[in-house]
């Protein structure tokens, strides 16, 4: 009688020889939650300097346009860094999913997935909507894009320079009553997902240890709120007649 019993196949376990390191970084959950960690804080850190950017509207048309052409003005640099910023929202987004994908496929049917593993456990309606949330600001980028980075050319003079008057496109779509709620609710989105994922970036790249992460915690609420609120300050102003 021949032996159909064949060896137990290994191959899922033991990564290929010819795979590079970086791959298997990428790869492991560690290498996820760093990669969607460092793109999450770089990603804070745009959008700080952004809302800051955007108060300037508050000084004056003059100012605004000023300071976006002045960013503009530096061609080579501008658009790299406008490339760079495009990678770095497709890796936080596409690694986010992926880490969202694991763990459902990991999680056992019918068993409730928010639980804590042990001590204070940090699991809120922010980070249990995550994913719900990231999406809708990835649906809200594209938007966002086509209405003022691809939207109407203005032009104005400035210093004896014909320039972009942003300011003109950005008052005037904030006179509109479904942008200023619109972004009213987007901003309520976002304050939500920096509300989990600025401590959860810290903790992922091991800045936090016992002591410090509720102290981070709280500290992560207050990034959430405050972006939010900063953002929200210019439509409401416009669309009550404060600025324009
Ligand atoms: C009231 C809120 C906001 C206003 C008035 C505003 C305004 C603008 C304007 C005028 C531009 C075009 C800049 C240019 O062409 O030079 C822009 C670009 C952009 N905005 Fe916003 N923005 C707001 C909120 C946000 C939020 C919440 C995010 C992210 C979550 C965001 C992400 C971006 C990105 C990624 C760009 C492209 C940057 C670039 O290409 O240089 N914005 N925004």
């Not at 790249?205 to 929200?232: C, D, K, W």
Request: hydrophobic fraction near 50%; charge should be positive; avoid cysteine.
């Amino acid at each position: 009688m021949t032996n159909t019993l064949k060896a137990p196949n290994n191959q899922a376990e033991t990564p290929p020889p010819s795979a590079s390191p970086l791959l298997t970084f990428y790869r492991s959950s560690i290498g996820k939650k760093l990669i969607t960690g460092f793109t999450g804080l770089a990603l804070v850190t745009f959008v700080l300097v952004h809302m800051a950017g955007n108060l300037l509207l508050f000084v004056g048309r003059d100012a605004y346009n000023a300071y976006a052409l002045l960013v503009s003005n530096f061609h080579v640099v501008y658009y790299a860094f406008e490339l760079a910023l495009a990678a770095i929202v497709l890796l936080h987004a596409w690694v986010g999913i992926e880490i969202f994908w694991r763990r459902r496929q990991a999680r056992p049917e019918g068993y409730s997935a928010y639980q804590s593993a042990g001590g204070a456990s940090y699991q809120t309606l922010s980070s249990r909507t995550m994913i719900i949330t990231g999406l809708a600001l990835a649906v809200f980028l594209v938007i966002h894009l086509r209405t003022f980075r691809f939207g109407t050319y203005y032009p104005t003079e400035l210093g004896g320079d014909t320039v972009r008057d942003l300011a003109r496109l950005v008052i005037e779509k904030f006179n509109e009553w479904p942008y200023v709620v619109g972004y009213t609710v987007i901003l309520g989105l976002l304050a939500s997902h920096l509300r989990h994922g600025f401590w959860s970036a810290l903790q992922s790249i091991g800045l936090l240890n016992r002591e410090i992460r509720p102290l981070a915690y709280g500290t992560s609420a207050v990034v959430g709120v405050g972006i939010a609120a900063g953002f929200l300050l210019l439509p409401w102003a416009i669309y009550l007649g404060w600025v324009g």
